[in-house]
C-alpha cells in the first residue's frame, strides 16, 4: 500500500522508510526541504514538501513521527510553543489531507499511526504506568495532550487511530546514545540527580516493526505505549551501559548542576515514568530487544 511518512528523514524515519519499500509498500515523505532529504532516504520514496502535494496520489495509510527535538534548546516560553506547534500543525496537515480526499469523494486513508511520546504521563515516580494511567499535569504532558487531541479529529472520517507514545529511542547513530557515548567512551559519564527515576527505552528496530505492526493489524485503535518491557532507572541505564562499554561511571551529575544549566528541561532527566507496552504485549507484539543489555550490545556491537 501507499504509505505517507512525516519526519520520515528523522532517526526513526530513516530506518522505517527502508523498511516499508522492503515490505512492498510504496512510500511518501514530507519534508519541508526534498532536496534535503533525498540522500537520506532510499531513491524509491517519493518526497514533497506538504501532505496537500500527495492529495493526486493518495495515501492508503499515515505515519506521523514530525517534530522538532525536545532536547535540542533550552525550554523559553518560545521554544515551548515551538515545540507544540512543530507537532501539531503536521498533525493537523494530514487531517487536513484527509478532509480533502473525503471533499473530493476520494478514497482515505485506512489508518494513520501517529507519534507521541512517553512524557504525556508527566513524572511517575516509582509506579507502574500503562496505557491507562492518569497522567501528570506539567509541560510535556500538555505537548504530548495537544499532540494527541490534533490527530483526533480523523476518527470521525473513519480513519483508525493509533497514537504511539514512546520512550528513548536507541539505535546506532543517533537517538538518546548519541550525545550520551562521547563522556561514557572516556569513563566520565555518572547517572543523573538520585538516578532513581525510571528511563522508558525501546530500541530502533523495535519502535519500526512496532509501527508496521500497528499499521497491519486493522483491530487496533488508541494509545500505545512505545516502550521496551523492562524499563530501567537512570542508575541502571548508566551502569548497563558504562558496563557494555567496559568503562567506570563514577562522576553523577547533581540536580543542581542540571537545574541551573537547562532550567525547566532538566524535567526530561530528572523525572520519569515505569512505562510498560501492555497494550502492544496483549495484542500479540514481540520484541527483539526486551533487555537493555541486549540492545546495547547489539547497537554498541554493529
Not at 76 to 87: C, F, G, V
Not at 154 to 181: F, H, N, S, W, Y
Not at 217 to 225: I, K, Q, T, V
Not at 262 to 275: F, I, K, N, R
Amino acid at each position: 500500500m501507499r504509505v505517507l511518512v512525516t519526519g520520515g528523514s528523522g532517526f526513526v524515519g530513516q530506518r522505517l522508510c527502508p523498511m516499508l519499500i522492503a515490505q512492498g509498500h510504496e512510500v511518501q515523505v514530507v519534508s519541508r526541504t526534498p532536496h534535503k532529504v533525498r540522500q537520506r532516504l532510499p531513491k524509491e520514496c517519493d518526497i514533497r514538501d506538504s501532505a496537500q502535494a500527495f492529495i493526486d496520489t493518495p495515501p492508503e495509510a499515515l505515519v506521523n513521527l514530525a517534530g522538532e527535538s525536545i532536547a535540542a534548546k533550552r525550554w523559553s516560553d518560545r521554544q515551548k510553543d515551538r515545540l507544540i506547534r512543530s507537532r501539531v500543525e503536521a498533525t493537523e496537515q494530514l487531517v487536513s489531507l484527509c478532509e480533502q480526499l473525503h471533499e473530493n469523494g476520494q478514497p482515505l486513508p485506512k489508518v494513520l499511526v501517529s507519534g507521541s511520546a512517553m512524557g504525556y504521563y508527566g513524572d511517575q515516580g516509582d509506579r507502574r504506568v500503562t496505557e491507562d494511567t492518569p497522567p501528570h499535569d506539567e509541560f510535556a504532558h500538555r505537548l504530548c495532550a495537544q499532540w494527541e487531541a490534533a490527530a483526533k479529529p480523523i476518527e470521525a472520517m473513519g480513519v483508525r487511530l493509533a497514537i504511539l507514545r514512546i520512550g528513548l529511542v536507541l539505535g546506532p547513530d543517533g537517538g538518546t546514545l548519541q550525545k550520551m557515548l562521547p563522556p561514557f567512551k572516556l569513563g566520565l559519564g555518572g547517572r543523573f540527580g538520585d538516578g532513581k527515576q525510571f528511563m522508558p527505552w525501546i530500541h530502533r528496530d523495535d519502535l519500526v516493526n512496532a509501527i508496521l505492526f500497528l499499521l497491519s493489524d486493522a483491530s487496533l485503535s488508541g494509545p500505545f505505549n512505545g516502550s521496551a518491557p523492562h524499563p530501567v532507572t537512570n542508575a541502571e541505564f548508566t551502569r548497563t551501559l558504562a558496563r557494555t562499554l567496559h568503562r567506570p561511571a563514577v562522576l553523577p551529575v547533581p540536580a543542581c548542576v542540571l537545574k541551573a544549566g537547562l532550567g525547566d528541561m532538566s524535567q526530561l532527566l530528572l523525572t520519569g515514568a515505569d512505562m510498560r507496552p501492555a497494550r502492544l504485549i496483549d495484542a500479540g507484539f514481540t520484541f527483539t530487544y526486551p533487555t537493555l543489555d541486549k540492545a546495547l550490545q547489539a547497537i554498541l556491537d554493529d
